[in-house]
Every structure is written in structure tokens, then in C-alpha cells.
């Protein structure tokens, strides 16, 4: 007994003391709007690719044939329509002179840039999210991005992994895709955004332990709770309108923020919609 004792003893130890040694928060002082932290690009290089895996008709794997970052400038692709249009590829894909008819990958660039629902087409009458913010609450944001730089008026980090000072990807697509300068469904709305990690020892030993991955959104939670108190000193033509979050929690303390930000005038976007809101969204 005594041994199980000290056992649980030395873990609550290390949950409690995790706090301090693996997270960190950084955010700014007297409530001004600053650029807290910037977090690093990562620069991702996979090298040359000498084949291409065959496209087999009702395939669902991913990835299958994966040509982000990489050299194909070697390969002679002309009878590959098929496998490049089922391909995947990016900005700093290296193609080849011999590429098939039919594909052009910056008309497909140019494509996947478009929001639809004739987003564009409100564009073109003035609306645009100009005098509207949103917030977002997700992983390291890579700041100097040319899709919503001008856009961003605020970053700060609320419990963030010390170990990993690296921008994610999740971030600056939600970003994007809110506010950025080609594929923003809103690019001229200002962007507030909080980088917040929910995960701790104690939900990593409760998973290992249970399976279990319900997580206390605890720093999501004072995300919000800080997000609002920056909304309040924000004139009235530039309040925060929106917090976009892409997790979300049926416990209380994520519920009462939602109502709080609901009675502030902040709706609350996350993927607990039904419960917060009564809205299927999917």
C-alpha cells in the first residue's frame, strides 16, 4: 500500500509541476495588441522521386502518391493523367517538362483557391468582412504568412508545448481559409488569434490507462475567457464577431464560455454545434 501510495504520490507531483517545465504562455501586456511570439517556419525537403505509384480505380488510401516538396523533374509522366489527377502536390513541387494533356497543375492550383458558394461574387459587391474579427483558437501559428499577415491584429500563445516553437499546419489553413488574401472566404475581416494546447500529462496517462481521449478544454476555455477580455476593449467597428474553434467539449466549463461569449455578442463556432447551439453542422 505504501508503495502504491508513493506511486500516485510522484505522479500527481509531475502533473501538477508539468505545468511549469513543459508548457508555456505568452501573451501580451495591458491588453494591447501585439504579435506575442513567431513561432518558426519549417522547411520541409523530401528529396527526388524516380516513380509513380499506379492509380487503381476506387483506391481510398491517402497519400498514395504524395509529390508535396518533391522533385519529379526527371520522370516522363506523359501517360500518367490518371495518377496526377489522384496526386498531391504543392507550390514547391519540382515538375517535369513532359507532363500529359489535361493536366495543369496551376489551373488545379488556382481552383482549390476558390471558396465557392459565389463567395467571390459577394467580394465583388463590397462585402468582405471589412470591420468584422474573428478569432481563432488552434496550434502555432506561423505569423509572417502572405495569405493574412496584414490580417492579423493579435497573436498570443495560452499553454503551448515549450519543446515545439515550430509553426503548425492547421493553423494557418483555418486562417487562410477565413481571411487570407487569395482563398478567405472574408479577407479583409481583422484575424485575433490564441495558440492553445489542451493536453497534459494527466490526459496522457488517462489515455495510455482508459483509451480514453476526453480531454479538459480547460485552456481552450481560458482562450475564450481571454479572447472576450480583449474584445472588450476594441471599438465598436471592430469588434470580435466570431470565435472559430475546430475541436469542442460537452463539459461545463466549455459550455458556460460558449453562453458567456454568446451573451457578450461572440458566437462560438466548434464542432459541438448541436450541443451549444442546436445546429447540425457537419
Not at 486562417?175 to 490564441?194: F, R
Not at 475546430?246 to 461569449?261: H, M, P, Q, V
Request: some cysteine; charged content about 25%.
Amino acid at each position: 500500500m505504501k508503495k502504491i501510495l508513493t506511486v500516485i504520490s510522484v505522479l500527481i507531483i509531475l502533473i501538477i509541476c508539468s505545468r511549469w517545465f513543459f508548457y508555456e504562455t505568452n501573451v501580451s501586456k495591458d491588453n494591447k495588441l501585439t504579435i506575442a511570439n513567431k513561432p518558426d517556419s519549417v522547411v520541409y525537403k523530401f528529396g527526388k522521386l524516380d516513380s509513380l505509384q499506379i492509380y487503381k480505380e476506387g483506391s481510398t488510401k491517402n497519400w498514395e502518391r504524395d509529390l508535396r516538396c518533391r522533385d519529379i523533374s526527371d520522370m516522363d509522366l506523359r501517360n500518367n493523367l490518371n495518377e496526377l489527377l489522384h496526386s498531391d502536390f504543392d507550390s514547391k513541387t519540382i515538375w517535369p517538362k513532359s507532363i500529359p494533356v489535361g493536366f495543369n497543375p496551376d489551373k488545379i492550383m488556382e481552383i482549390g483557391r476558390n471558396p465557392g458558394l459565389n463567395i467571390r461574387k459577394l467580394h465583388k459587391e463590397g462585402i468582405t468582412g471589412k470591420g468584422i474579427g474573428i478569432a481563432i483558437i488552434d496550434q502555432n501559428l506561423l505569423v509572417d504568412h502572405c495569405e493574412y499577415k496584414d490580417q492579423l491584429r493579435m497573436y498570443e500563445e495560452i499553454h503551448i508545448q515549450k519543446s515545439d516553437h515550430s509553426a503548425q499546419m492547421h493553423g494557418p489553413a483555418v486562417a487562410s481559409i477565413a481571411v487570407g488574401k487569395t482563398v478567405g472566404v472574408a479577407p479583409e475581416a481583422d484575424l485575433y488569434y490564441i495558440s492553445s494546447w489542451d493536453g497534459s500529462l494527466f490526459s496522457w496517462i488517462k489515455y495510455k490507462l482508459f483509451n480514453t481521449r476526453d480531454i479538459n478544454r480547460k485552456w481552450a476555455v481560458k482562450s475564450i475567457y481571454r479572447l472576450l477580455e480583449i474584445n472588450r476593449t476594441l471599438p465598436l467597428d471592430k469588434k470580435i464577431r466570431i470565435i472559430s474553434l475546430s475541436f469542442g467539449s460537452n463539459r461545463r466549463n466549455f459550455l458556460k464560455a460558449i453562453e458567456t461569449a454568446g451573451k457578450e455578442g461572440v458566437f462560438v463556432i466548434s464542432t459541438s454545434l448541436s450541443t451549444t447551439h442546436n445546429l447540425r453542422f457537419g
